[in-house]
């Protein structure tokens, strides 16, 4: 038996395992690819608007921070600018992801030592895993240069943004492997690849900030951090904008490096050890945790406060650049267009500020699905039944879970908005009145967050074993509606559909009383739904 | 009154029959032993004892009350052990156990100290890093730090090793000396001998046999193995004597204890020599339903009845 036994049943075992979120990723990515390019091509339709737009964003230090370094003027460019960053940070969260739950978490729960004892070599089960998560970033990579070069991009640019993209993942993939071997915990390893890939993200934000622009005003020349960073190098191919394809030897080259690390550790420590050992914890519960409600904000607290982190970054960012959109719309019509689709007014810097929030209410979106789907996870893991065979009743426990998940999404909305204002006024001068201001126009998204929160808990109720899929994809199609709703000219029927579409778009609009009323009562119902029929239903189901 | 008494209880997942007209009665103050091979529908069992799963007919009462409508104020009066337990991650070891016990209505300081220390279990650990066995201690003892009436352990021990085994037969031999009454699914026939008072035998979600280990053995045969001076006959023509063969000299034979009289006036004729007689094991009784030799005492297995007449 060699150290690779095995290693094709396994990676067929991970096909069989993931069939259904490889496909999502491998079909999914291209999808958005396809969309987002076309969206992009019809908001900047010729060369002059494609010039203001490249423009501003080579003189935007947020726009470099956020989209990476403009390369021309080109409408590709101007996609990969609108587009890679998003595309290239998914791809890299899911490589992690994959890499890990084949790997530390089948130690972790145990299921390797069941493998690990038949006919399996040491270098297996990382192998099969590694094997299948670079063929899927190939694939979606290859799918996505089709994608694009149907949308009508040129070819070679579209080969090298989707080379960009995969790079990304194939870099990602390497990094998880090496994480997998030092944490001992599944949590451990994405956290600690996550920091990677954060870490990656400040390093070329930072790179691409301090680069310079060239003669023409329309390009960026990253200084050197950017060049340390995996996630940088997609935007250091050039695509659309005279391809350097040689960048996309060096993640292939990460892979490599990690991957012969990852083996040197493997071959260094037990099954299911790890580099880190975990840390010690308190012996007993603090009094405060010892209730539903304790218990709740136990388990939610280091994800809000990777939330509120990230969403006072944005908002910050995000009201500083108002000021600078001031500039960049004069010079764009088309864009102004868009956003005052999305922001729904009449005055262009006050429908900027309200798609803000908007995009804001459905990025919390996900905290309030992710937060209360982690009912169904413990019912899945058999926490739930545990917690049910005691004292506390189907309804308290489930309720506190909806008000954590309710309280988390106000805390994060104001946050939002006071961050956005605060932004925006250090630039205008009036910090704390438009702090004020915005935060109290963001609460008001808040009827449509409670929507979300009782579409969620009625599928966990009345369908629990779907309830995780039909949740995000609920979500998404909220999500598709609100942000392609008005570029595909969808009828209103089916935009009617997603509670963000009757939000009153504040401070585009006067706020309006009867939506959010009839909001608030829709999630109401859907609560006291959800509610019900998990009280009528068994536990685990 | 007993503590839970079940009658005719039937669960359907789809198309599956999980329970199919199960009868079960525990008294108050027993270790009732509740057995049955994998799949044998215990777990379901227990899960609607506790209110988790709704029964599709027959009566379920659990000290005196509906366990499905009465869920949470039973719960104040039981405790429960998983069969396989999951835990809060990212909690500790015993920041999870004082949590199970204050949200069931308050533990034993004392004595949660006292088992920790017993259960070699470190507290300080996240539960995610725990093993199945640690995950299992957890359970237990957050189980028997609560003052409660019932006890309901799904098979507890399975990952237990055999250390820790004696540890939780002597607390569940404490918590019956306070009064309380346990029913203890396992399929660890030792630690059902050792610990029940009566057991209950299911298969396919029925119950098959239901008493005292005594009561059990009297139900199933003797093996007895005796040496005569002179050569056994007349055995074959014996009520309720099966498998008659020799072994060195000796007749090995099983009899039914209704007919042990009947067969001692027998053998007594051919001058013995020596006699033993032992009860079945447990391991009997329980192979006698599951096994793949089907015997039942008035229908001896044919292939049984071959050997024997052969000699
Ligand atoms: N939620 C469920 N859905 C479908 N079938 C189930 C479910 N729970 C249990 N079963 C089935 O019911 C039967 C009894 O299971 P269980 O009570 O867990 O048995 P035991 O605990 O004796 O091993 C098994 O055939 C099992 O597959
Ligand atoms: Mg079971």
Redesign the interface.
């Given at each position: 038996m060699t150290a690779l036994t095995g290693t094709r049943r396994l990676a067929r075992l991970v096909l069989r395992r993931d069939r259904i979120r490889l496909a999502i990723w491998v079909l999914g990515t291209p999808l958005l690819g396809y969309a987002l390019a076309g969206s992009v091509a019809g908001i900047y339709p010729d060369e002059a608007a494609r010039q203001g737009y490249a423009t501003t964003s080579a003189s935007s230090l947020v726009a470099r921070a956020f989209n990476g370094p403009i390369a021309g003027t080109d409408v590709g460019a101007v996609v990969v600018a609108e587009t890679y960053v998003t595309l290239a940070l998914i791809v890299a969260l899911l490589s992690t992801f994959a890499v890990t739950r084949h790997t530390r978490q089948n130690e972790e729960t145990g299921r390797a030592e069941l493998v690990g004892a038949s006919v399996v070599g040491r270098y297996a089960p990382l192998t099969a895993a590694l094997l299948v998560v670079v063929a899927a970033n190939v694939a979606a990579a290859a799918l996505l240069a089709v994608a694009l070069a149907g949308a009508g991009l040129p070819l070679a640019g579209s080969l090298a943004a989707a080379g960009a993209v995969g790079g990304v993942g194939v870099a990602c993939t390497g990094v998880a492997a090496v994480t997998a071997q030092v944490s001992v915990t599944s949590r451990g390893a994405n956290a600690l690849a996550g920091a990677v890939v954060g870490l990656s993200f400040v390093l070329r934000a930072a790179g691409d900030v301090l680069g310079d622009t060239s003669a023409d005003g329309t390009r960026v020349e990253s200084a050197w951090p950017s060049w340390l960073s995996p996630l940088g190098w997609g935007n250091q191919v050039r695509a659309f904008g005279g391809e350097r394809w040689w960048v996309l030897a060096l993640p292939v080259a990460l892979l490599l490096a990690a991957v012969a690390l990852a083996y040197a550790l493997a071959e260094r420590r037990d099954q299911g050890a790890g580099l880190i050992a975990p840390r010690r914890k308190a012996a007993t519960a603090a009094t405060w945790l010892l209730s539903p409600a304790g218990l709740a904000w136990r388990m939610q607290r280091g994800a809000l406060l990777g939330w509120a982190v990230g969403i006072a970054v944005l908002g910050v960012s995000m009201g500083v650049a108002a000021d600078e959109f001031n500039a960049m719309i004069e010079q764009n019509p088309a864009a102004a267009e868009a956003i005052n689709a999305m922001g729904g007014g009449a005055d262009l810097l006050d429908a900027y500020l309200a798609a803000m929030l908007g995009l804001f209410a459905l990025t919390i979106g996900a905290y309030v699905v992710q937060a209360l789907l982690r009912v169904r996870g413990d019912e899945a893991d058999g926490v739930l039944e545990a917690a049910l065979a005691t004292a506390v009743s189907r309804t308290r426990w489930l309720g506190t879970q909806v008000l954590a998940a309710a309280l988390g999404a106000f805390a994060l909305l104001l946050l939002a908005g006071l961050t956005t204002g605060l932004g925006y006024g250090l630039v205008t001068g009036d910090p704390l009145g438009e702090a004020i201001a915005l935060g109290g126009a963001a609460l008001l998204r808040l009827p449509a967050l409670l929507v979300v929160a009782g579409v969620v808990t009625a599928l966990f109720g009345l369908l629990p074993r779907r309830s995780v899929v039909l949740s995000w994809t609920a979500l998404l199609v909220f999500l598709l509606l609100g942000q392609l709703g008005a570029v595909l000219e969808l009828p209103q029927a089916a935009l009617n559909l997603s509670p963000y579409t009757h939000v009153p778009s504040v401070p585009a609009v006067d706020p309006a009383v009867l939506p959010l009323v009839v909001l608030t009562t829709v999630a109401a119902l859907l609560l006291v739904t959800g509610a019900a029929a998990f009280r009528h239903r068994d536990v685990p189901s | 009154m007993p503590v839970i008494s079940i009658d005719n209880l039937v669960k359907t997942f789809g198309r599956i029959r999980a329970l199919d007209g199960l009868d079960l009665r525990v008294e108050a103050g027993e270790v009732h032993g509740f057995l049955g091979p994998n799949g044998s529908g215990k777990s379901t069992t227990i899960?609607i004892l506790?209110g988790?799963?709704?029964r599709d007919s027959g009566e379920a009462r659990v000290l005196g009350a509906d366990p499905w409508r009465d869920?949470?104020?039973l719960?104040?009066r039981l405790a429960?052990v998983?069969g396989?337990?999951?835990?809060?991650?990212?909690?500790?070891g015993?920041?999870a156990i004082?949590?199970?016990g204050?949200?069931?209505?308050g533990l034993d300081r004392r004595r949660r100290d006292e088992l920790l220390q017993r259960f070699d279990l470190d507290?300080?650990?996240?539960c995610?890093?725990y093993?199945?066995g640690n995950r299992q201690k957890v359970?237990i003892v957050a189980a028997f730090s609560s003052n409660v009436e019932l006890y309901v352990l799904d098979e507890p021990t399975s990952g237990l090793d055999p250390l820790m085994e004696a540890v939780f037969q002597d607390e569940v031999r404490r918590i019956k000396q306070a009064g309380a009454t346990v029913l203890l699914s396992s399929h660890v026939l030792a630690e059902v001998e050792a610990l029940c008072d009566r057991l209950s035998i299911i298969r396919e979600g029925r119950t098959v046999e239901s008493g005292s280990l005594t009561e059990l053995r009297h139900l199933t045969r003797t093996t007895v193995i005796v040496e005569t001076a002179r050569p056994v006959t007349g055995l074959d023509a014996l009520p309720g004597v099966h498998d008659v063969h020799e072994v060195d000299g000796r007749t090995h034979l099983e009899v039914e204890p209704a007919h042990l009289d009947e067969l001692l006036g027998q053998l007594v004729r051919f001058g013995v020599r020596a006699l033993t007689s032992t009860p079945p094991t447990l391991e009997q009784l329980f192979l006698r339903h599951y096994g793949d030799e089907h015997v039942s005492a008035d229908d001896p297995a044919p292939a049984r009845a071959q050997r024997a007449g052969a000699r």
């Amino acid at each position: 038996m060699t150290a690779l036994t095995g290693t094709r049943r396994l990676a067929r075992l991970v096909l069989r395992r993931d069939r259904i979120r490889l496909a999502i990723w491998v079909l999914g990515t291209p999808l958005l690819g396809y969309a987002l390019a076309g969206s992009v091509a019809g908001i900047y339709p010729d060369e002059a608007a494609r010039q203001g737009y490249a423009t501003t964003s080579a003189s935007s230090l947020v726009a470099r921070a956020f989209n990476g370094p403009i390369a021309g003027t080109d409408v590709g460019a101007v996609v990969v600018a609108e587009t890679y960053v998003t595309l290239a940070l998914i791809v890299a969260l899911l490589s992690t992801f994959a890499v890990t739950r084949h790997t530390r978490q089948n130690e972790e729960t145990g299921r390797a030592e069941l493998v690990g004892a038949s006919v399996v070599g040491r270098y297996a089960p990382l192998t099969a895993a590694l094997l299948v998560v670079v063929a899927a970033n190939v694939a979606a990579a290859a799918l996505l240069a089709v994608a694009l070069a149907g949308a009508g991009l040129p070819l070679a640019g579209s080969l090298a943004a989707a080379g960009a993209v995969g790079g990304v993942g194939v870099a990602c993939t390497g990094v998880a492997a090496v994480t997998a071997q030092v944490s001992v915990t599944s949590r451990g390893a994405n956290a600690l690849a996550g920091a990677v890939v954060g870490l990656s993200f400040v390093l070329r934000a930072a790179g691409d900030v301090l680069g310079d622009t060239s003669a023409d005003g329309t390009r960026v020349e990253s200084a050197w951090p950017s060049w340390l960073s995996p996630l940088g190098w997609g935007n250091q191919v050039r695509a659309f904008g005279g391809e350097r394809w040689w960048v996309l030897a060096l993640p292939v080259a990460l892979l490599l490096a990690a991957v012969a690390l990852a083996y040197a550790l493997a071959e260094r420590r037990d099954q299911g050890a790890g580099l880190i050992a975990p840390r010690r914890k308190a012996a007993t519960a603090a009094t405060w945790l010892l209730s539903p409600a304790g218990l709740a904000w136990r388990m939610q607290r280091g994800a809000l406060l990777g939330w509120a982190v990230g969403i006072a970054v944005l908002g910050v960012s995000m009201g500083v650049a108002a000021d600078e959109f001031n500039a960049m719309i004069e010079q764009n019509p088309a864009a102004a267009e868009a956003i005052n689709a999305m922001g729904g007014g009449a005055d262009l810097l006050d429908a900027y500020l309200a798609a803000m929030l908007g995009l804001f209410a459905l990025t919390i979106g996900a905290y309030v699905v992710q937060a209360l789907l982690r009912v169904r996870g413990d019912e899945a893991d058999g926490v739930l039944e545990a917690a049910l065979a005691t004292a506390v009743s189907r309804t308290r426990w489930l309720g506190t879970q909806v008000l954590a998940a309710a309280l988390g999404a106000f805390a994060l909305l104001l946050l939002a908005g006071l961050t956005t204002g605060l932004g925006y006024g250090l630039v205008t001068g009036d910090p704390l009145g438009e702090a004020i201001a915005l935060g109290g126009a963001a609460l008001l998204r808040l009827p449509a967050l409670l929507v979300v929160a009782g579409v969620v808990t009625a599928l966990f109720g009345l369908l629990p074993r779907r309830s995780v899929v039909l949740s995000w994809t609920a979500l998404l199609v909220f999500l598709l509606l609100g942000q392609l709703g008005a570029v595909l000219e969808l009828p209103q029927a089916a935009l009617n559909l997603s509670p963000y579409t009757h939000v009153p778009s504040v401070p585009a609009v006067d706020p309006a009383v009867l939506p959010l009323v009839v909001l608030t009562t829709v999630a109401a119902l859907l609560l006291v739904t959800g509610a019900a029929a998990f009280r009528h239903r068994d536990v685990p189901s | 009154m007993p503590v839970i008494s079940i009658d005719n209880l039937v669960k359907t997942f789809g198309r599956i029959r999980a329970l199919d007209g199960l009868d079960l009665r525990v008294e108050a103050g027993e270790v009732h032993g509740f057995l049955g091979p994998n799949g044998s529908g215990k777990s379901t069992t227990i899960r609607i004892l506790l209110g988790l799963l709704r029964r599709d007919s027959g009566e379920a009462r659990v000290l005196g009350a509906d366990p499905w409508r009465d869920a949470v104020r039973l719960h104040r009066r039981l405790a429960y052990v998983p069969g396989d337990v999951s835990l809060w991650p990212n909690l500790s070891g015993g920041e999870a156990i004082d949590l199970l016990g204050e949200l069931r209505g308050g533990l034993d300081r004392r004595r949660r100290d006292e088992l920790l220390q017993r259960f070699d279990l470190d507290p300080t650990r996240g539960c995610r890093t725990y093993s199945k066995g640690n995950r299992q201690k957890v359970a237990i003892v957050a189980a028997f730090s609560s003052n409660v009436e019932l006890y309901v352990l799904d098979e507890p021990t399975s990952g237990l090793d055999p250390l820790m085994e004696a540890v939780f037969q002597d607390e569940v031999r404490r918590i019956k000396q306070a009064g309380a009454t346990v029913l203890l699914s396992s399929h660890v026939l030792a630690e059902v001998e050792a610990l029940c008072d009566r057991l209950s035998i299911i298969r396919e979600g029925r119950t098959v046999e239901s008493g005292s280990l005594t009561e059990l053995r009297h139900l199933t045969r003797t093996t007895v193995i005796v040496e005569t001076a002179r050569p056994v006959t007349g055995l074959d023509a014996l009520p309720g004597v099966h498998d008659v063969h020799e072994v060195d000299g000796r007749t090995h034979l099983e009899v039914e204890p209704a007919h042990l009289d009947e067969l001692l006036g027998q053998l007594v004729r051919f001058g013995v020599r020596a006699l033993t007689s032992t009860p079945p094991t447990l391991e009997q009784l329980f192979l006698r339903h599951y096994g793949d030799e089907h015997v039942s005492a008035d229908d001896p297995a044919p292939a049984r009845a071959q050997r024997a007449g052969a000699r």
